[in-house]
T-cell receptor, first 115, second 112 residues
Framework: AQSVAQPEDQVNVAEGNPLTVKCTYSVSGNPYLFWYVQYPNRGLQFLLKYITGDNLVKGSYGFEAEFNKSQTSFHLKKPSALVSDSALYFCAVRDGSGGSYIPTFGRGTSLIVHP | SQTIHQWPATLVQPVGSPLSLECTVEGTSNPNLYWYRQAAGRGLQLLFYSVGIGQISSEVPQNLSASRPQDRQFILSSKKLLLSDSGFYLC???????????FGPGTRLTVT
């Protein structure tokens, strides 16, 4: 079984400050981890993924995420937030050890960046 | 490059009417295809997925059905809509053996 938790429904941050959106996961095999962003009334856009290798993954729009195996976390980060980063963010996990290729999505975290 | 199309973008239908939502993918062959529904509470619910023509797997029992008549075409249907079918419907694709999904722009369905 696989699951993912996004413990915060909403994250508020001032423009120019660093941001973190949290994600923890549970999977029996090797975790494949993903972050997506959704702007209002739009489809989800892929941001970045961790499959293997370096624990720090860099993605689109200046976002990065750090894979922490001991804490089973994959938090999304950005050094300096922009108002245009305000959106809904989804974390997803998939068991990469030969199980289903269907990912499990978190419930999403609404990021609000204040000017 | 690959693109994914969904139509219509918005749909208002009365209870009991039929439904047909279409999704097509360009620029790739033999994609895995998915239908999701996103309710107002924001979570994504996987409805159907397909690994090939005519191969459909259903995740949730309901009055919806899906078909894949061509390699890059995925259709979501209903014979009689319910109020609870209202939501934002998203089609997605992924490359077989690859990892991330790519989503279409979505269809906003309101059942009245």
């Amino acid at each position: 079984a696989q699951s993912v938790a996004q413990p915060e429904d909403q994250v508020n941050v001032a423009e120019g400050n660093p941001l973190t959106v949290k994600c923890t996961y549970s999977v029996s095999g090797n975790p494949y981890l993903f972050w997506y962003v959704q702007y209002p009334n739009r489809g989800l856009q892929f941001l970045l993924k961790y499959i293997t290798g370096d624990n720090l993954v860099k993605g689109s729009y200046g976002f990065e995420a750090e894979f922490n195996k001991s804490q089973t976390s994959f938090h999304l980060k950005k050094p300096s937030a922009l108002v245009s980063d305000s959106a809904l963010y989804f974390c997803a996990v998939r068991d990469g050890s030969g199980g289903s290729y269907i990912p499990t999505f978190g419930r999403g975290t609404s990021l609000i960046v204040h000017p | 490059s690959q693109t994914i199309h969904q139509w219509p973008a918005t749909l208002v239908q009365p209870v009991g009417s039929p439904l047909s939502l279409e999704c097509t993918v360009e620029g790739t062959s033999n994609p895995n295809l998915y239908w999701y529904r996103q309710a107002a509470g924001r979570g994504l619910q996987l409805l159907f997925y397909s690994v090939g023509i005519g191969q459909i797997s259903s995740e949730v029992p309901q009055n919806l059905s899906a078909s894949r008549p061509q390699d890059r075409q995925f259709i979501l249907s209903s014979k009689k809509l319910l109020l609870s079918d209202s939501g934002f419907y998203l089609c997605a694709w992924s490359v077989s053996g690859d990892y991330e999904q790519y989503f279409g722009p979505g269809t906003r369905l309101t059942v009245t």
